[in-house]
């Protein structure tokens, strides 16, 4: 067995292990990923600290507790605010989806009005098993997450290990990083570093951008619709900021929520114009100037590829698949481009430049 043999064998186990492991003990690592996550977007911080002379165990747990208490007075801010209509959208939840059965049923009357029996059936039947597909598929997804995620999990080891994981990580950061990169493997460490590098500039960039963007659409959302009178605008925007993580997700729940109220509660058609027109403008604002500006081009993750690996990795792993799929969206896509570049690079792609080689034909 050829060096590139053994090197291509021993990487293809690691990666195994790495996944078979990761699958086994998926039920209580999440506290430990929200703790690295944590760690990691925090440490630029902390840096900064140390470089001003504080004491690396000091920055960390200063700037841990900073972010912790911003956090809880975020939800002691916002949960009041949201209480009053998350009680009230579910006690009139029965009276609205029967509402959105009305409507639904009016369209279907106008469509067998206006088309011969046999269109209406065809009609009828592929509406029907769409939906149908849509609920299975989206149930599927939402039992596995919350069976193998939360239900698994315990809330309260997230809730009381996940800071210990974070300080702790915050402190030792840089003598982790310089002891995985002493085990590195001396031959390859150089294009290792290179790799991981390009990983981090991706992922960094990707998520401090991708935040922003959910926070400036969730409060773009929410105050627009509220501004309409829109009963419930709060609770939408909320939830679209939160689901704009996920490209086209976030837009598309929370136009068809906001739609299907706005059809129900106005008895004036063109206020339903208004809220479509809000999402309209929302999504221009999105995709041409919110996503490129605080984005960019340079994260390389297209979002179908985003939204593949959260749905997959969501539905191996649960809530924790859902927290690691963009990292590993990144790490893929990096040794994907990298192993791509090898390729065209290699006589296996262009069998002239075996000639041009030491030692070929010729």
Known sequence: MTTVQRNTWFWLVGFALFFLALWLLSAILLPFVAGIAIAYFLNPLVNRLEHLKVPRGLSAFIVLVLFLTLLVLVIMLVVPIL?????????????LLAAARREAESLMQLAQERLTPEDFGKLRDAVGGKLSEMFTVLGTVFRDVVTRGVALANMLSLVFVTPVVSFFLLRDWNRILARLNGWLPRAQAATIREQAARIDEIL???????????????????????????????????????????????????????????????????????????????????????????????????????????????????????????????????????????????????????????????
């Open 204 to 362: 960094s960039a990707y998520l401090r951008g991708q935040l922003s963007v959910c926070v400036v659409l969730g409060i773009y959302y929410a105050v627009g619709l509220t501004v309409l009178g829109l009963n419930f605008g709060s609770v939408i925007g909320l939830l679209i900021g939160i689901l704009a993580f996920i490209p086209y997700v976030g837009f598309a729940v929370g136009f068809v929520l906001a739609l299907l109220l706005a059809l129900t509660q106005f008895s004036d058609q063109h206020y339903v114009l208004y809220v479509a027109a809000l999402f309209v403008a929302g999504m221009i604002m999105e995709g041409n100037f919110l996503t490129p500006k605080l984005v960019g081009e340079r994260v390389q993750l297209h979002p179908v590829w985003i939204v593949f690996a959260l749905l997959s990795f969501g539905t191996l792993f649960g809530l924790l698949g859902v927290l690691i799929a963009v990292p590993m969206a990144a790490v893929i896509g990096v040794l994907v481009r990298f192993g791509l570049s090898r390729y065209l690079a290699s006589p296996l792609y262009d069998p002239a430049k075996a000639k041009s080689e030491p030692g070929g034909a010729g």
């Open 83 to 95: 209480e009053a209509q998350v009680l009230d959208l579910a006690a009139n939840l029965p009276s």
